[in-house]
Every structure is written in C-alpha cells, then in structure tokens.
C-alpha cells in the first residue's frame, strides 16, 4: 500500500552539528522520492529530490541518500542553523513522470539548539 | 521569483456553508493541485488539474468538492457544504510538467464552525 513514514517526530540539534533526518518507505513501486520543509505559516518548499535509480544525490549543504534494499531514505543537513528550523517531510511519488500526486510522511519537527 | 498565491490565508464559516478557495498558480505552469493538511498530521493529495480537467483525485475529493479554472490565472476548489472534519489548510500547488518540482502556495487555513 502506500505509506511513507518517519522514524522520529522530533529532532534536537546543536547549531553548527549536522543533522540527519530519517524516513522509511513502503511501496517497492515508488521510484521518485523528495524531501520538503514546511516553516510555521508556509507551504512545503523543495529542498531536494532524488529517483530510484540513484543511491545519493547532493545538494547546497544537503545530501538525500535512498537505500531501496530496505526502503530507507535520509536527509543530511551540513552546519545546521537556526534557518533550519522547520518540519521535513520525505514525500514519494510512484510513476515519475506519469503520476500527479505526491504522498507525504507525517514529518519530523527539527529544532536547533544555541 | 515567480510564486503560488492563495487567499484568504484564513476563512472562517459556518457548518454547511459553501466556500471557494482561490489560487493564482506561476503563469507559464501548466499542472494544478490541492492537498490539504489537518492539524499536525500530514500533508494530503485531494485532486490534479490538466488541460481543464481534473486527472487525478484521492478518496477524500468526494462529490462536495470541485475544482475550477475560471479564467488564465485562477485556479478553485470549492466545498459544497462544508463539515467540522472539513477543517484544514489548504495548499494548493503547480507545476511545468508532470515530472517536474511541484511548487507550494502558502495555504489557506479553513476553519468550520
């Protein structure tokens, strides 16, 4: 069925240590994966994608690293700031680039610490 | 940057009430969505939009709702008759192509009383 879901709620971290948010996924069909983040008030915004046929892509300061043996999936935030305070979300697609709609995780609230 | 809008950010009615929320999608996207997000949960696919007619929808687009593009620019979901568990922000959502990045509005908060 379609589940996409995440291991913990809640995230604490030191300013300046880097964080990894983790996701698990369970429909082996699902062969386009993103990650957004959603401050308080806003909508969810991009922050980086990857397809079933990579095992990591990198970005500015973030790396999403997919391991379809055990359905995982993970974000990786260098230096985290006080920017990055929000609520991610690992979202999947199955049929890249013939289906609409996205299914979101339930999210993972990253706090930073001073 | 080109961006998603929406209003009202907030809408307050009464059980039963019919409501219509409005988006201006970027202007040379071609793809429209809906999801919506009851309080801390997450986030929810109601319905896709191309070529003037809906081509995908969730379990949860029932027959009270309905989505309109009116004109160049906007783009609607309206509730019928609306219910407590109605309740939700409202993203509404766009894209270039199909596989292409979906880009967000910054959603309208519906609150059924």
């Known amino acids: 069925g379609e589940s996409v879901g ?22 082996s069909a699902s062969d386009y994966f993103i990650w957004y983040k959603q401050e308080s008030g806003k909508g969810p915004q991009f922050i980086i994608d990857i397809r079933s046929n990579m095992d990591k892509r990198q970005g500015q300061r973030v790396t999403v690293l997919l391991n379809k043996t055990v359905k995982h ?3 990786q935030i260098a230096a985290t700031q006080p920017g990055d305070s929000a609520v991610y979300f690992c979202a999947e697609k199955s049929g890249y680039s013939s289906a609409s709609k996205i299914i979101f995780g339930s999210g993972t609230r990253l706090s930073i610490r001073p | 940057e080109p961006e998603v809008t929406q209003t009202p950010s907030h809408q307050v009615t009464q059980m039963g009430q019919e409501v219509i929320l409005r988006c201006v999608p970027i202007s040379n996207h071609l793809y429209f969505y809906w999801y ?17 007619e809906i081509s995908e929808k969730s379990e949860i687009f029932d027959d009270q709702f309905s989505v309109e593009r009116p004109d160049g620019s906007n783009f609607t979901l309206k509730i ?26 910054p959603g309208t908060r519906l609150t059924v009383l």
């Not at chain 2, 919506?36 to 003037?52: A, D, M, P, T, W």
């Open chain 1, 6 to 27: 995440l291991h913990l709620p809640t995230l604490s971290v030191q300013e300046g240590d880097n964080s990894i948010i983790n996701c698990a996924y369970s429909n």
């Open chain 1, 73 to 75: 999936l993970s974000l």
């Open chain 2, 36 to 52: 919506r997000q009851i309080l801390g949960q997450k986030v929810e696919f109601l319905v896709s939009f191309y070529n003037n």
């Open chain 2, 80 to 105: 019928r008759s609306t219910k407590l568990e109605d309740s939700a922000m409202y993203f509404c959502a766009s894209s270039r192509r199909l596989d292409n990045e979906q880009f967000f509005g």
